[in-house]
C-alpha cells in the first residue's frame, strides 16, 4: 500500500498496562492519540493528561435558560401580555411558578447536557479513520486499543509502532487510510 | 471465591470502595462472553413462542386502541363517568402508569448516585418499562380530555384568541413535569444505550442490523477522550433525574391535593404518592424481570441477590404507603372536620370498602413476608406478591379517586361509578402496549448494560492508580 498511514494502532489486555501506557505515552508528549476502551476505566483520562470536562459548564447554563424561560414566561404571560384574574389568586407569585421553574430548570439541563455531551465526543458522525481495522473493532468487546494519529508531530511510521511495541502493547501495526 | 478475586476484594476496600457482598456476576465470565451472551439474544432467530406472545400483546393493544378510537369518534360519554365522579379509570390509570414508571427513574438515577452496583443488571430494562410506562400515561391522559386533537391547548403558544395557558393550575404543572418525565427519561435511557449499541454494531453479522445500530449508536468509538464526557453526563444526568422523580409524582398529587375535596386536600400525598409510585414500580420490574430472566436465560447476571434487595425496596416503601394509609385517618379524626371524617370512615366501610380493603392487604399485608430472607429469594412467591401488588397499588389510585368523588357534599348528588367495556378495554390496551414495547425492547436493545457490567467485573479497573485514587465515576 502506497498511501501515507493515517496513524498506529495496537491491543492491550491488561487494564493496569493500559494506565502504564497511558501515562508513558501523555509524558511522552503525544497530543493526537487517544485509548479507546469497552468501559470507562477508573483514571484512565487523567492518566492520559486529558483536561477537565466543560461539560458541567454547559448544563448549567441549560439550567439557567430552563428556569429563566420558566419565570420569563409565566410572568409576561401572566402578569404582562394578559392578566386574568382566576379566583383573586396573584397574577405572577413565585410560589406558584415553583413547579414548572423546576421541570424547565430539569429539562434545560439535560437537553444541555446530551446535545453538549455530543458536542464534546463528536457524534454523530458516519467515519473514523480507524474504522475498518480489525484492532479498532474490539476495543467495543475486550480490549483496550491505543491509536497514536500521524498528524501528531511527534509521529513516525517506524519509531512510534516500536514504542508501543517495547511498552508491551500488542499487535501494534500501521493504518492505512481507506476510500471512503 | 477464588484467591484472585479476595485479594481485589480487599484492595478495592484499601481504597475505600464498597465491598462487594455477594457476586453479582455469576460463572465468572471474560468480558467476550457478555458481549457474547447478550449480543445473541439480539442474533438469535426469533422465535414461534416469541411471535406468539407478541401477537397476544399486539392484540391486547389494538383492541385497546380501537376502543381509544370508539372514545375519541364518539365522546368520553362512552365511559362510566356521571355526575359526580367525573374521574374514573382514566386518571386510575394515569396515575398507575406514571407511578410503575418511577421505579425505573430510582434504579437508574438514585441506586446510581449511591453508588448500588447491583442495578447495573437491571437499569436497562427498568428505565425501559419507565418510558413504556409513560407513554401509556400520556394516552391514557390525552384521551381523557376529551379531544385530544387539540392537545397543543395545553400548551403556551401565541394563538389568535391571545390567550395563555393558566400556569396557576396544578393541571398546567403536570403537563409540564410528566413531558419533563418522559424527555429526560429517554434522554437518560438513550445515553446509557450508545455504547452499547456501538458494541452490537461491532458485534452483529447481519448487514442490515449493522447498518441499523451503526446508525443507532452515532459513531461511537469507546475512545477515552469521550468516556470522559460521557461519565460527567450520565452523572449530571443521574444528578437531575433524582429530584425530577421525586417532583413528578409530587406534581401528579397536587391534582389532588390541591383541590379542596375531603380526602383529597392533605399534605401527606406527595410523599406519599412518590413512595407509592416506587413500590409499584419495583412490584412491575419485579413481575417483568422475573419472565425476562427465565425465557432470555439472564441468571447469570439478574441474580438473586438483585431479586433479594428490590424486595427489601418493597418492603420498606410497601411499610411507608401502609404508614400513610393509616396516618390518614388519624389526621382526618384529628382535623376536626366533619366531612374529612366521615369521607374516611366511608372509604373503609362505604360502597366502595371493596376496593380499599384489596388494596390494604395486597400494599400492606401480602410485603410482610419479605421480613424472611427465604421469602426474598423464593422466586415464585416474590412473583405472586409482585402481581398483588400492581394489584394494590392499582386500587389505591382508584380508592382515592372514586370515594372521594362519588358522595360530594350534597347527598342528593351522590353516586355510583361502574366502568364501561371501553374503559376496561383500554386499559387492557394499555398493557397490550407497555408488554409489546417492552417484548420488542427485549429482542432488539441490550437488555443488560453491557458496558456497565463490563465496569464492575472483577479486574476491570485498575488495581494501582498513581496519580489519585478513590474517584469513582
Known amino acids: 500500500m502506497s498511501t501515507k498511514p493515517v496513524g498506529v494502532i495496537g491491543e492491550i489486555t491488561d487494564v493496569n498496562l493500559t494506565m502504564k501506557v497511558a501515562e ?19 483514571g484512565l483520562d487523567k492518566a492520559m493528561g486529558i483536561k477537565r470536562s466543560i461539560l458541567t459548564y454547559i448544563s448549567f447554563a441549560g439550567l439557567l435558560g430552563g428556569i429563566s424561560t420558566a ?59 480507524y474504522q475498518d481495522d480489525e484492532s479498532f473493532k474490539k476495543a467495543t468487546d475486550d480490549v483496550f ?19 508501543l511495541t517495547n511498552l508491551g502493547v500488542g499487535n501494534v501495526h500501521l493504518v492505512h487510510a481507506t476510500a471512503n | 471465591m477464588t484467591v484472585v478475586q479476595e485479594q481485589e476484594r480487599l484492595q478495592a476496600m484499601a481504597h475505600g470502595e464498597e465491598p462487594v457482598r455477594e457476586d453479582l456476576v455469576l460463572g465468572n465470565p471474560t468480558m467476550r462472553d457478555v458481549t457474547a451472551r447478550i449480543a445473541s439474544i439480539v442474533e438469535s432467530k426469533i422465535t414461534m413462542k416469541y411471535l406468539a406472545t407478541l401477537s397476544v400483546t399486539g392484540a391486547m393493544a389494538a383492541w385497546g386502541l380501537f376502543a381509544l378510537y370508539y372514545t375519541i369518534t364518539t365522546g368520553i360519554g362512552v365511559w362510566g363517568l356521571n355526575n359526580p365522579i367525573g374521574w374514573g379509570w382514566d386518571i386510575t390509570n394515569f396515575v398507575f402508569w406514571i407511578g410503575i414508571g418511577h421505579a425505573g427513574t430510582l434504579i437508574s438515577a438514585i441506586l446510581f448516585l449511591f453508588r448500588q452496583k447491583w442495578r447495573t443488571a437491571i437499569n436497562r430494562s427498568a428505565e425501559a418499562m419507565t418510558i413504556f410506562a409513560v407513554i401509556c400515561a400520556l394516552t391514557m391522559v390525552l384521551s381523557h380530555t376529551g379531544r385530544p386533537w387539540l392537545f397543543y391547548w395545553l400548551l403556551p403558544y401565541p394563538n389568535q384568541m391571545a390567550m395563555w395557558v393558566n400556569f396557576r393550575s396544578p393541571l398546567m404543572w403536570d403537563v409540564f413535569a410528566v413531558n419533563t418525565y418522559f424527555t429526560v427519561s429517554a434522554l437518560f435511557w438513550f445515553v446509557g444505550l450508545i455504547p452499547d449499541l456501538a458494541t452490537l454494531r461491532n458485534y452483529v453479522k447481519s448487514s442490515v442490523a449493522k447498518k441499523v445500530y451503526g446508525v443507532l449508536s452515532l459513531g461511537w468509538t469507546g475512545s477515552t477522550r469521550s468516556w470522559h464526557h460521557y461519565e460527567i453526563a450520565y452523572m449530571i444526568l443521574a444528578g437531575i433525574s433524582t429530584p425530577l422523580v421525586l417532583s413528578v409524582h409530587s406534581v401528579v398529587s397536587f391534582d389532588f391535593t390541591v383541590g379542596i375535596l375531603p380526602g383529597w386536600h392533605t399534605t401527606i400525598f406527595p410523599p406519599y404518592f412518590v413512595a407509592g409510585a416506587i413500590f409499584s414500580g419495583f412490584a412491575m420490574v419485579m413481575t417483568l424481570l422475573v419472565i425476562t430472566r427465565e425465557i432470555l436465560d439472564l441468571k447469570q447476571f439478574i441474580t438473586l441477590k438483585h431479586f433479594e434487595n428490590m424486595n427489601k425496596i418493597m418492603l420498606a416503601t410497601g411499610m411507608m404507603v401502609g404508614y400513610a394509609y393509616i396516618l390518614e385517618f388519624f389526621i382526618a379524626w384529628y382535623s376536626g372536620s366533619d366531612w374529612e371524617r366521615w369521607i374516611f370512615i366511608n372509604r373503609a366501610f362505604g360502597d366502595y370498602a371493596w376496593a380499599y380493603w384489596t388494596m390494604f392487604i395486597c400494599n400492606v399485608v401480602s410485603p410482610q413476608v419479605f421480613w424472611f430472607k427465604s421469602a426474598r429469594r423464593n422466586i415464585p412467591l416474590m412473583f405472586v406478591i409482585s402481581i398483588f401488588i400492581n394489584i394494590g397499588m392499582w386500587f389505591e389510585r382508584f380508592t382515592i379517586i372514586a370515594t372521594t368523588l362519588h358522595h360530594d357534599f350534597l347527598p342528593a348528588s351522590w353516586g355510583y361509578y361502574s366502568p364501561t367495556w371501553v374503559e376496561i378495554s383500554i386499559f387492557i390496551g394499555t398493557f397490550g402496549i407497555f408488554l409489546t414495547l417492552f417484548l420488542l425492547f427485549a429482542k432488539f436493545v441490550p437488555v443488560i448494560a453491557i458496558a456497565e457490567i463490563k465496569s464492575i467485573m472483577p479486574g476491570a479497573q485498575p488495581t494501582h492508580h498513581h496519580d489519585h485514587h478513590g474517584d469513582a465515576h
Do not use: M
Not at chain 1, 486499543?145 to 514504542?163: K, N, Q, W, Y
Open chain 1, 145 to 163: 486499543v491505543v491509536t497514536i494519529d500521524a498528524d501528531d508531530d511527534r509521529f513516525s511510521a517506524t519509531e512510534t509502532a516500536s514504542l
Open chain 1, 24 to 42: 508513558k505515552l501523555r509524558d511522552a508528549g503525544f497530543r493526537n492519540w487517544d485509548i479507546y476502551t469497552p468501559y470507562p476505566v477508573h
Open chain 1, 71 to 129: 419565570l420569563g414566561l409565566q410572568f409576561w404571560t401572566g402578569a404582562v401580555d394578559y392578566k386574568l384574574n382566576i379566583g383573586g389568586k396573584g397574577f405572577f407569585d413565585w410560589q406558584f411558578s415553583i413547579p414548572i421553574d423546576f421541570e424547565l430548570s430539569i429539562l434545560g439541563t439535560a437537553i444541555f447536557t446530551v446535545v453538549g455531551l455530543f458536542h464534546l465526543c463528536r457524534i454523530p458522525t458516519w467515519y473514523n479513520k
